[in-house]
């Protein structure tokens, strides 16, 4: 091409001679005539794109960033920025001006309740696009009012609308369970679940959730057609622990986490020697920070007979060694409709719970049990009874090895020894680090 253009130059100053003959079709570039271009990139305007000028003027690009766009870089031809324009001055030869526009990019914050997590997909994020907020409550909360960044609520996530601006998402959650009944307070606690797999038996996560949030209507007398087939006479005393549990959603070093721990092994729930279940050198998962969390562990109950027992252990507070605490459940009876009849309601874990909340004995009168503190105490303000009252035991969480679908309710009395065991005995330190 080179070669072609100096060619016709040759042709051009030929003419110049004051030849009529031809007029050459491409009238070509005086030599002292310099045309400037221009490249762009991004949304936006340069303006002339294109312009000749002669050799020493000047040349002004006006740049002009279409909205939400910022002009982010602009050069060649040897000019200065100034302002939106681009000067050239003095042009010496044939350049090109290359600007580029880039979108905005905008910040997307979020504001939530405390009782749940909201993870937003970009949260930074160029004019115009969108993104999606997912949302996590609680085991124990719902997600109640979503708004900002122009969004819709679909199941749980947020999708937002075009992003124009730094903008926020805010996520309300909703309780479950109503406020309790004065002088009782809410109390909610986090759990971390440890599965130990064993390639036979499985826990989904659905399954974890599900048995918290049994667990939670029980100790928020919220098992209502299950209370509601209870005497009347024994109905009076069904206490509202006012406790709920919920899946941890941070670990103990801050990081977010589902509050559930598979650990590849299998443990039965009557090889609890030496608590190896909460010890790693022996097999074990290790606890998390107990005066944060409660620490459950969930394995086969299978005994070599191929039945289940025991259905579960609690390793109650001041009973075993500090680090141990917790309790853990036989997989078979873990999570509401499994299929372990007649542990098959999700009534194990409530149990067991029962007695690290300070319930030490069982409602029963069982020989292994009768002199166990709990059976002993005042179980409520009736007739001076005991735990031991039959309406109030045979409904009871705390009987023992009896069937699901005959444990429905904690009494009042029961309740005020799992409320002091938490809020003045050896809990104190888990209650006051959970308090909201
Ligand atoms: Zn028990």
């Given amino acids: 091409m080179k070669n072609g253009f100096l060619f016709l130059s040759a042709l051009v100053l030929i003419g110049c001679g004051g030849s009529s003959s031809k007029t050459p079709e491409t009238k070509p570039t005086p030599s002292n005539d310099i045309t400037l271009y221009t490249t762009l990139s991004g949304k936006g305007s340069i303006i002339p794109t294109q312009i000749t000028v002669k050799k020493g003027e000047s040349v002004n690009f006006e740049l002009t960033p279409e909205q939400g766009y910022n ?24 350049c090109t001006v290359s600007v580029e526009f880039t979108a905005k990019q905008y910040l997307i914050s979020t504001k939530a309740d405390l009782q749940g997590k909201v993870v937003v997909e970009q949260p930074e994020i160029s004019h115009g696009e969108t993104t999606f907020a997912d949302i996590f409550p609680h085991t124990d909360y719902d997600i109640g009012d979503v708004f900002g960044c122009n969004g819709q609520l679909t199941g749980t ?74 005497n009347a006479d024994t109905k009076q005393y069904v206490g509202d622990t006012g406790i709920q549990f919920y899946l941890a959603d941070t670990d103990p070093n801050g990081n977010p986490h589902s509050g559930i721990i598979r650990i590849d092994g299998h443990k039965g729930v009557g090889d609890n020697q030496n608590y190896s279940f909460a010890r790693p050198e022996l097999g074990g998962s290790a606890p998390w920070q107990n005066d944060k969390y409660i620490n459950i562990w969930v394995s086969s109950g299978r005994n070599m007979s191929g039945g289940v027992a025991p259905l579960g252990w609690a390793y109650v507070p001041t009973f075993a060694p500090d680090d141990y605490i917790g309790v853990t459940v036989a997989q078979e009876t873990f999570g509401p409709n499994n299929t372990e009849f007649p542990y098959f309601e999700g009534k194990t874990l409530s149990h067991e719970l029962g007695h690290f909340l300070g319930l030490m004995g069982h409602t029963n009168n069982d020989v292994d049990h009768k002199d166990n503190n709990h059976a002993n105490q005042p179980c409520d303000a009736d007739i001076a009874s005991n735990c031991q009252n039959k309406n109030i035991s045979h409904s009871n969480f705390m009987q023992m090895n009896n069937a699901d679908n005959t444990m429905k309710m904690f009494s009042k009395g029961q309740v005020s020894i799992m409320r002091n065991w938490l809020e003045n005995g050896p809990l104190e330190a888990l209650y006051l680090n959970n308090l909201e």
């Fill in 157 to 230: 996530r947020y999708n937002t609308g075009k992003i124009h601006g730094d903008c926020r998402i805010n996520v309300a959650f909703t309780p479950m369970h109503p406020e309790p009944e004065a002088p009782i307070t809410r109390v909610r606690i986090p759990v971390v679940v440890h599965v130990f797999e064993n390639g036979i038996y499985g826990v989904t996560d659905e399954q974890i959730k599900a048995q918290i949030a049994q667990t939670n209507l029980h100790y928020r007398m919220q098992n209502t057609s299950e209370l509601n087939s209870i």
């Fill in 71 to 94: 002009l982010a870089n602009v050069s060649g031809c040897n000019g200065k920025i100034n302002g939106q324009n681009y000067q050239v001055k003095n042009v010496t030869e044939k």
